[in-house]
């Protein structure tokens, strides 16, 4: 009898070893390597009838290869379609990440009802379809045009799709398939590649777009393999705080668009509604007099966000002082702090520093550096913003404030959203035609200027 050949994996980033070993050389985890039996290649499941092409491919010269503008499906779903880089692009692999409970099945049930007309394939290995009938009772669409199979085993999976000839598929989750190919459990590193790389070859033969779901550790990674994240064309991560309502879509990774879109939902009872005017939510309705909050002027992908910043500076128990940090870098925070300290001359090294920036985003924009730096004084000073400012500008080690990209956007919808003045580098301002807007700009050039004229 042949010798069945195994091999380790690790169950954190998809490495493969002949040996087990503790601690995995690649990702550094402990105690994440299984043995799974490796399979032999095998004819692929998914294989056009027809169309097997076994010319050999030749160089071709870059001018003569004709180019295809690509066919996008319009999802019904601004926040969607910009994520995506303008609609589902065909023949694309497309994964969504997200923590149970999040809001991944509802939103591509969602998308799947939305898109009626489009013949929709709907596979589901979670939940019944008993289940996803009242999900879809709930969020209210219909559509004569999605077809849901509730089953796991991706050959079986396959010959529906011969049958039906869906023009999207959707599998939920990619975690729950299997294959009789590999002997693995469903779920482990060689069935999730498995099943990947057939639905990945599917995809591609047959151009029809596939969305998989794919559960996220505790750690926030994609559960399974890294190797996933390599095979498909666009990774998005669906996030938020289960205590919150809010929803962010947010690419990592994407062949057809850009990587810094942002797409936002609120979760109400009928489905996810579409946030189109994310800044109104950012900002919360405060009464005047509150220390420690003020107003960036973000910009994500090509979406200008006014965010709030929220910090709260007290002395230190103890003598042992903490830094903590949401949704901002904390290692910017420390150099914004040790900027305040060494040209501001405000003695921060004894305070406690908290901060915050509301509606559970992530900022990686330095442009609100100056809205945060200002936040963290007006909160040691305990004196208040005004309401009607707003700030977008970086802070450099030298106290300086430094210009940000595209600062005609941000000062438009700081202007849209009532806001009557902006802070801005001095840098920023050649190229403005100050006069056009009817908000009060700004330019400063140094830290210090800008916080002795907000707090007196
Ligand atoms: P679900 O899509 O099942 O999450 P995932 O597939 O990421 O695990 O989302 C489930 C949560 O969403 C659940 O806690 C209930 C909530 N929800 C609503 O608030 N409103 C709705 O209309 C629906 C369908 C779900
Ligand atoms: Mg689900």
Known sequence: MAKIKTAFFC????????????KCPSCNEWNTFVEEVLTTAEDPLWKEEKSINKTRSKPIPIDEIEMNIEQRIDTHDQELNRVLGGGIVSGSLVLIGGEPGIGKSTLLLQIAL???????????????????????????????????????????????????????????????LFTEKVEAAPGSVSQVRQCAGELMKYAKNASTPVFLIGHITKEG???????????????????????????ILRTTKNRFGSTSE???????????????????????????????????ASLEGNRPLLIEIQS??????????????????????????AVLEKRGGYRLGLMDVFLNIAGGLRIEDPAIDLAVAVS?????????????????????????????????????????????QIYISEYNTKGLTLSRHKIEIKPYSRLDLV??????
């Open 312 to 337: 709260l500076v007290s002395t230190a128990a103890y003598g042992t002082s903490q830094r903590s940090c949401t949704g901002f870098d904390a290692k910017r925070l420390n150099m914004l702090l």
């Open 221 to 247: 990674s994609l559960a399974g393999p890294k190797i996933l994240e390599h095979m498909v064309d666009t990774v998005i991560q669906f996030e938020g705080d289960q205590h919150l309502s809010y929803r």
């Open 451 to 456: 916080l002795s004229d907000l707090i007196k």
């Open 376 to 420: 963290i004084i007006s909160s040691l000073e305990e004196v208040p913003i005004s309401k009607k400012a707003c700030f977008a500008a970086e802070v450099g080690l030298g106290g300086e404030i430094r210009a940000v990209n595209r600062i005609e956007n941000r000062i438009i919808e700081a202007e849209k959203l009532g806001f009557e």
């Open 114 to 176: 939305q898109l009626n007309k489009v013949k929709v394939l709907y596979v589901s290995g979670e939940e019944s379809e008993q289940q996803i009938k009242m999900r879809a009772h709930r969020i209210g669409h219909q559509s004569n045009s999605l077809f849901i199979l509730t089953e796991t085993n991706l050959n079986s999976i396959f010959e529906q799709i011969k049958l039906l000839k869906p023009s999207i598929l959707i599998v939920d989750s990619i975690q729950t």
């Open 11 to 22: 169950q954190n980033c998809g490495v493969q070893s002949a040996k087990w070993i503790g």
């Open 262 to 296: 942002l797409g936002i939902y609120e979760m109400v009872h009928n489905g996810l509604r579409q946030v189109s005017n994310p800044s109104e939510i950012l900002i919360s309705q405060r009464e005047d007099g509150f220390s420690g909050i003020s107003i960036g």
